[in-house]
């Protein structure tokens, strides 16, 4: 069982994952929305969620937006989604990307589908441990 003061981490990580989410949701359908915006808070989703999984675990948080490192972290804690597992293709926008003039675009379909995914088994994880 996680201390109060790691759930209540986890649970502000998990507050802010879906602010994430909840503006990549609004953003991302909005094709006049830059794709580095749409990608970071796809990144962003991601990386509180599994955060918020390490703090309920009481893991140290690692200062880092590398979702490789971060998805390798929580493997080692709770098996994840597949495509969280393998989310590393956004963590560009964490950083590099939203300042570079010639970005890559982004699949918005496919960057909503990891966020939700990542927030939804973050959530599953920190309120119910034992699933």
């Not at 880092?64 to 804690?77: I, M, N, R, S």
Request: charged content about 25%.
């Amino acid at each position: 069982m996680p201390t109060p003061e790691h759930l209540e981490v986890a649970r502000l990580l998990l507050d802010k994952a879906a602010g994430d989410l909840s503006a990549l949701r609004v953003l991302a359908s909005d094709q006049a929305q830059a794709d580095h915006v749409i990608g970071f808070h796809a990144q962003q989703t991601v990386e509180k969620s599994i955060k918020a999984v390490l703090a309920s675990r009481e893991v140290e948080l690692p200062m880092t937006h590398d979702l490789g490192y971060l998805a390798t972290l929580g493997a080692e804690l709770e098996p994840l989604p597949a495509d969280v597992a393998t989310s590393s293709w956004l963590t560009p926008w964490a950083g590099g990307w939203r300042y570079d003039t010639e970005a890559s675009p982004v699949d918005r379909v496919l960057a909503v589908a990891v966020a939700e995914s990542a927030f939804d088994w973050g959530r599953s994880r920190v309120e119910d441990p034992q699933d």
